[in-house]
């Protein structure tokens, strides 16, 4: 049974009391050039947002509490990776770093005649195992090759995201941070969740929302700085 009309509305009213306005989304995410990429972007931060509130609101505890914690990781983790594939791809595929990021190299092999192959097995041998001709060849990577964790090194060699002192005087790395985050976000199953400790899941879902604020700054800076926008 649903709740009552006069219940739904209070607690929709605490969740959205505590979330921003349109325009404030619209401006954080101004640098996605893409509309449609940028506005699921916004109604997944601002669902993130409404349930934690909504888990706050009711003290959720125990196994509750971490199928939110839980959520919260997936969540960040998916933003934070389409927010720098955006990047790179709308910004720097002109670049090196890209292009090295995008590309791989990768042994080719080569068909001879039969005649020369037994010459080459005749002059050639390495422990006994064969011998076979090829030659590198620099190819480009299928999309699901490329790792999370190579895009963020690509944009911190370019200088869009970098470690940085908070206001505790404690030196943040924020390319290892948002890596870790999306490395948990892959192992988010029953198996490896008995492996990790709940303080830990607790710390790393409030780090993963605490970041996006230099996350998201550090963009902007860069981008500004390269009269990218």
Known sequence: ???????????????????????WYENEFSFIQDIELRHRIITEFKAIRFAYKLYEGIGATDANLMFEVR???LAYASIYEAVIENVLTTYYSDTAEFESLMH????????????????????????????????????????????????????????????????????????????????????????????????????LSKRAYRRMRPFIDQLKEKLEQDGKI
């Open 104 to 203: 791989h190299t990768v042994p080719v092999r080569i068909s001879i005649p039969q005649d020369k192959m037994n010459k080459l097995q005749d002059a050639l041998s390495h422990d006994g195992k064969e011998i076979v001709p090829f030659y590198y060849c620099k190819k480009e990577k299928q999309k699901p090759q490329v790792r999370f964790d190579d895009k963020c090194r690509t944009a911190e060699c370019l200088g869009l995201i970098h470690k940085f002192v908070n206001d505790k005087q404690i030196e943040i790395d924020l390319p290892s941070e948002l890596i870790e985050i999306y490395s948990y976000r892959n192992g988010i199953h029953i198996i490896a969740e008995q492996r990790k400790g709940i303080s830990y899941e607790l710390d």
């Open 71 to 73: 959520n919260q990781i």
């Open 1 to 23: 049974m649903a709740f009552s009309e006069r219940i739904k509305k209070e607690i929709e009213d605490y969740c959205n009391n505590h979330l921003a306005d349109d325009s």
